[in-house]
């Protein structure tokens, strides 16, 4: 079946694109290498042609990976605990070109976060580690996502992302999913660290799988965690508490907060919070689970 686009969502795409342009300190090539287009498709796109361009789904992936989506419900970015404090982290590491690690629950908003900082700061890349477990995978996924060039032989394109990552201004790196990493692609975080020191920050999301995997890699004096480890500041950022009455009480602030910036009603916000905490003796449900349950109530509404 053909997928038909609007006029509408593919100028809302370009112009994000454009916007995102303005975020980026290398070539067009480069960025456009980012996005899976020539150089060439890219000026005719800033110059504002649009039809004949990209393929639908090309347009959908590059939407996909600006924010954009076909789908009407999209939610508004709310100022959260959670977003205030990674917020401050990736600032920090940028600025000053450190590294930190952020391992907390799930649910809480940390990707949304990353990838919302990844389009409205400038040089800052976001990439999804579990898109690329392996050495291989990772890697070139890396060199895809700051624009170097993925082809060739494995140590060119490490050296490619190497110098790119130093010709850059206060560049930052925000991997998500980074346990899912096997472990000779974790290693190289210590080597392109090493590489960039001073010229690049790192972040690293994760939830609790994240933290285990660095401690009994330590523990266990397997080569590289401790490493890593002290480069990335040696200690865990975490936000949600562990008392279970304050647990609870960062989640319906944390619930609260994101449905009142998206215009939900406040008798509809207290049933959602009420039924995201119901089962808090095992698991809370965090901002997932909110959004189901939004779209559920809408629906029954209708």
Same mark, same amino acid.
């Given at each position: %079946?053909?997928?038909?686009?609007?006029?509408?969502?593919?100028?809302?795409?370009?112009?994000?694109?454009?916007?995102?342009? %303005?975020?980026?300190?290398?070539?067009?090539?480069?960025?456009?290498? %980012?996005?899976? %287009?020539?150089?060439?498709?890219?000026?005719?796109?800033?110059?504002?042609?649009?039809?004949?361009?990209?393929? !639908?789904?090309?347009?959908? +992936?590059?939407?996909?990976? =600006?924010?954009?989506? *076909?789908?009407?419900?999209?939610?508004?970015?709310?100022?959260?605990?959670?977003?205030?404090?990674?917020?401050?982290?990736?600032?920090?590491?940028?600025?000053?070109?450190?590294?930190? +690690?952020?391992?907390?629950?799930?649910?809480?908003?940390?990707?949304? $976060?990353?990838?919302?900082?990844?389009?409205?700061?400038?040089?800052?890349?976001?990439?999804?580690?579990?898109?690329?477990?392996?050495?291989?995978?990772?890697?070139?996924?890396?060199?895809?996502?700051?624009?170097?060039?993925?082809?060739?032989?494995?140590?060119?394109?490490? $050296?490619?992302?190497?110098?790119?990552?130093?010709? =850059?201004?206060? !560049?930052?790196?925000?991997?998500?999913?980074?346990?899912?990493?096997?472990?000779?692609?974790? *290693?190289?975080?210590?080597?392109?660290?090493?590489? $960039?020191?001073?010229?690049?920050?790192?972040?690293?999301?994760?939830?609790?799988?994240?933290?285990?995997?660095?401690?009994?890699?330590?523990?266990?004096?397997?080569?590289?965690?401790?490493?890593?480890?002290?480069?990335?500041?040696?200690?865990?950022? $975490?936000?949600? !508490?562990?008392?279970?009455?304050?647990?609870?009480?960062?989640?319906?602030?944390?619930?609260?907060?994101?449905?009142?910036?998206?215009?939900?009603? !406040?008798?509809?916000?207290?049933?959602?919070?009420?039924?995201?905490?119901?089962?808090?003796?095992?698991?809370?449900?965090? *901002?997932?689970?909110?959004?189901?349950?939004?779209?559920?109530?809408?629906?029954?509404?209708?």
């Amino acid at each position: %079946m053909a997928i038909t686009l609007t006029n509408e969502f593919r100028e809302t795409v370009a112009s994000r694109l454009i916007e995102q342009r %303005m975020n980026f300190d290398g070539s067009n090539a480069q960025f456009s290498r %980012m996005h899976g %287009m020539s150089a060439a498709i890219f000026t005719r796109l800033f110059n504002g042609e649009r039809d004949n361009l990209l393929s !639908p789904t090309k347009w959908l +992936i590059i939407g996909q990976n =600006l924010g954009i989506t *076909l789908d009407e419900r999209e939610w508004a970015t709310a100022r959260t605990d959670v977003f205030d404090i990674i917020e401050e982290d990736i600032i920090f590491c940028k600025t000053f070109s450190k590294a930190r +690690i952020c391992v907390d629950d799930c649910g809480i908003g940390k990707t949304y $976060t990353a990838r919302y900082l990844s389009r409205t700061l400038k040089n800052c890349f976001y990439v999804d580690a579990s898109q690329g477990k392996t050495k291989m995978q990772f890697i070139k996924l890396l060199a895809k996502t700051v624009g170097a060039d993925a082809l060739g032989r494995f140590s060119d394109v490490k $050296t490619r992302i190497k110098f790119h990552l130093q010709s =850059l201004t206060r !560049p930052i790196l925000i991997i998500d999913e980074a346990g899912d990493l096997e472990y000779n692609a974790f *290693l190289e975080l210590k080597e392109l660290w090493n590489a $960039t020191e001073g010229y690049c920050g790192w972040y690293m999301i994760g939830a609790d799988g994240l933290r285990a995997k660095i401690e009994r890699g330590i523990s266990g004096k397997k080569v590289g965690y401790a490493e890593i480890f002290s480069r990335y500041s040696e200690k865990f950022t $975490t936000i949600v !508490p562990k008392d279970r009455v304050q647990r609870n009480q960062f989640y319906r602030k944390l619930i609260t907060d994101t449905l009142n910036a998206n215009n939900c009603p !406040p008798d509809k916000i207290r049933k959602i919070v009420n039924q995201c905490l119901a089962n808090d003796n095992v698991f809370i449900g965090g *901002l997932r689970r909110a959004e189901s349950l939004l779209i559920l109530n809408s629906e029954n509404e209708d």
